[in-house]
């Protein structure tokens, strides 16, 4: 049973500040030698998913600075553990750009921007609550000013990938990723390790306006590349419901040895008022193979 189908637009995901949907999905799959997402669907045809802009466009003058959600410090979190590193996130200044699902700033435009001169963030209205836009942004924050610019494929490929978004230029703009061999053998979805985990570990709906981030999480344990077949794609249940669905562009993804791939779905809980209030268990899965349940409450 499924409730939430995958948008095949973001922008028909977001209209309204709080967000209409309870998953926030991604379509930035992306092909990484340490621990990478899957490829997929484009973000949005018609703008550049996201950038940095530290000497480039001028900041919009319609930007309003906003109050970060309680959700961003969750999103800020996750973004410093995929990094490795640690930053101040009160000194991140946010903005939105009214009425808007993109950016557009001196004829350029972008779904969002973090600019360096002013450690600024700023996104469309429409995207406050993307996750996956607004955690790439912050890594820009957290590592723009010793990383240098653009999108430093350690991070934004082989450490973040599938919790920020990047495709396009941001995924290859330091060379193609590297794949397995067309011929390479291909395995069950069984032989890979799957695993899931929830922040915060211990639910509750009192903390960060009642969101969670839940991360699935699949490993190549053999000593060997492969192809794995993924019909169905990767995603997460509650309570049996499928909540988040990541299609696999052209069925089957590659591993190369010991590779990890990952995804992360953003849940708000008191949008799943389909569910009754009780405890249920969140799974997480690659194909047909799960992981076991991890519980959650909720209460409306």
């Not at 924050?141 to 999108?151: E, K, N, S, V």
């Not at 979805?189 to 695993?195: E, G, N, R, V």
């Not at 590349?225 to 909540?243: A, H, K, Q, Y």
Request: net charge positive; proline share 7%; charged share 15%.
């Amino acid at each position: 049973m499924v409730h939430f189908l995958t948008c095949r637009c973001r922008k028909a995901c977001h209209r309204n500040e709080r967000g209409s949907a309870a998953i926030v999905l991604t379509y930035c799959r992306r092909l990484r030698r340490t621990t990478r997402a899957f490829r997929a669907l484009p973000f949005l045809a018609f703008a550049p998913a996201a950038c940095s802009a530290p000497t480039g466009p001028a900041f919009p003058a319609e930007a309003v600075q906003m109050q970060p959600p309680a959700v961003y410090q969750l999103w800020w979190n996750a973004v410093e553990r995929c990094a490795g590193t640690t930053g101040d996130f009160n000194a991140v200044r946010f903005y939105q750009d009214p009425g808007q699902s993109i950016v557009r700033t001196n004829g350029d435009s972008a779904n969002g921007y973090w600019f360096r001169d002013g450690n600024r963030i700023v996104v469309g209205q429409y995207r406050i609550y993307d996750g996956q836009l607004v955690r790439h942004e912050m890594l820009h924050a957290l590592i723009g000013r010793t990383a240098g610019d653009g999108h430093p494929p350690e991070y934004f490929v082989q450490k973040c990938g599938g919790i920020v978004h990047c495709a396009g230029a941001c995924l290859t703009e330091r060379g193609p990723v590297p794949t397995p061999s067309l011929n390479a053998t291909t395995v069950d979805a069984s032989k890979m390790a799957i695993d899931v985990t929830i922040d915060p570990a211990q639910a509750d709906q009192s903390k960060y306006d009642g969101w969670i981030t839940v991360l699935v999480r699949e490993r190549n344990p053999l000593a060997s590349s492969v192809w794995v077949d993924v019909p169905s794609g990767v995603g997460i249940t509650i309570g049996g419901v499928t909540l988040g669905l990541e299609p696999i562009s052209g069925g089957r993804v590659g591993f190369l040895p010991g590779e990890t791939h990952q995804q992360m779905f953003d849940v708000h809980l008191p949008d799943l008022t389909f569910l009754a209030a009780g405890a249920y268990g969140v799974r997480g899965f690659f194909a047909s193979d799960t992981t076991p349940p991890i519980p959650v409450t909720l209460q409306h």
